[in-house]
């Protein structure tokens, strides 16, 4: 099984690209409830999906580094869901010649044994296997005269996709048996082996093998989408420094909060996730997505144990069945919400839409967002934030109103009561006066990313008691 990457147990062979820390905190940028979906694998280091792959990211004072995974084929990813046990039995104490393999194999493939051959034919055992889907037959025949007697092979076969132990047949005894899966595009091979004499501890440890080296095009490819996914495009600290020159209260602020930056996810995943937010807190709806794309997402891969997946297709999410589904998953009355969305989107507009937003103004994208079930202000404001390139879009709930009031304008909503329309576009409208064309990205860091939870320490504060934060 691959297991997590991690920086120490190799550094030469992860890929990295020029990113200090002051433009980019990970701890802070996947943490704080923009995305839901990365989880801290081992200290510092971060694993989860951009783009249709796994990665691990990690870094140092200025060096973004990362780690992408192979897609499992379809074949073994079925195998790993329990399609299909494979049974090994002995027959008996000492016995050679009435071996007698069982495996008992689901989705109607039947069980396939292995009969002896009878006496005379060099104590030996030979294996007919007639596989299916079209691999023809497979027979093991004995090598001669004394050299396979008592001769015992276990084949744990996961369709050809996972590793294979072949016990020691007399020239090659003592070699240990390891597991060894080829990274896509031929670059590199992983392999887990013992580390330390006795104490059971296990890294990830590698070999190199046909390397492409640092400009090949794969790299080229993987670190577009990491800029993409970051919007590394942007300069941080010139924003940082223009805000500062507006804006006393930030200036105190982000000596604190550096490196918070929006991230370019996925329209279709910011949107269904940030659905399920509602009267929420980060650990729950982190859950719900998890529990969402298990069920419904395509898997890429298996790592120590934990599966990830694709984020569902809006066809997957519009299907019959679903919302009782979620409904058992604990989405409650979000449930409604995410179904109904994902067929109004397929029925009405099509499934290039939510991309499509991104070519239109930020009233606009705003506006259709609206129309969705379960998407209100804040939601349709976080999606043009964090999905949309709208940059100007500052999600407001009631703490954002609360600290515009106590830092910035008493005047904000004044004698209202609740978070009307009228007063949540009116402290928008001060904060992009004030912060100019990328006031969202200002008023995450000003305000502590109020726009995306409450802010960063009173969010993860509030997560890990268990409160709702948004």
Known sequence: MSRHAVLSAGASLWRSISCPSAELRLDLVLNCGQSFRWRETSEGHWTGVIAGRVWTLTQTQDRLWYWTYPSEPREERETERGAERVKTEPTGE????????????????????????????????????????????????????????????????????????????????????????????????????????????REVKTEEVSPQGEGSEQDRKEQAILRDYFQLSVSLGELYEQWSRADPHFKQ?????????????????????????????????????????????????????????????????????????????????????????????LEQQGPDWLESLRDVTFEEARSALRKLPGVGAKVADCVCLMSLDKAESVPVDTHVWQIARRDYASQLGAGHKSLTDRVYHDIGDHFRKLWGPYAGWAHSVSTGPLSLSVSVSLCLCLSAAGLPWY
């Open 94 to 201: 000492g016995e050679t010649q009435g071996v007698t393999n069982r495996r008992e194999e689901k989705r109607g493939r039947g069980s396939i044994k292995t009969e002896p051959t009878g006496e005379g034919e060099t104590q030996g055992v030979t294996n007919r296997r007639e596989e299916k889907r079209g691999r023809g037959s497979i027979k093991t025949e004995p090598t001669g005269e004394g050299e396979t007697q008592g001769v015992t092979n276990r084949r744990e076969e996961k369709r050809g996709a996972e590793r294979v132990k072949t016990e020691p047949t007399g020239e090659k005894e003592g070699v240990t048996s390891y597991t060894e899966k080829k990274r896509r595009r031929g670059r590199e091979l992983i392999k887990t082996e013992p580390m330390g004499e006795g104490d059971g501890a």
């Open 253 to 345: 602020v982000s000596e604190t909060f550096t490196g918070v930056r929006i991230l370019r996810q996925d329209p279709r995943e910011c949107l269904f996730s940030f659905i399920c937010t509602s009267n929420n807190h980060i650990s729950r709806i982190s859950g719900m997505v998890q529990r969402l794309c298990e069920r419904l997402g395509e898997p890429l891969c298996q790592l120590d144990q934990t599966p990830y997946h694709q984020f569902p297709t809006l066809q997957a999410l519009a299907a019959p069945g679903v919302e009782p589904l979620l409904r058992e998953l604990g989405f409650g009355y979000r449930a409604r919400f995410v179904t109904q969305s994902a067929r109004q989107i």
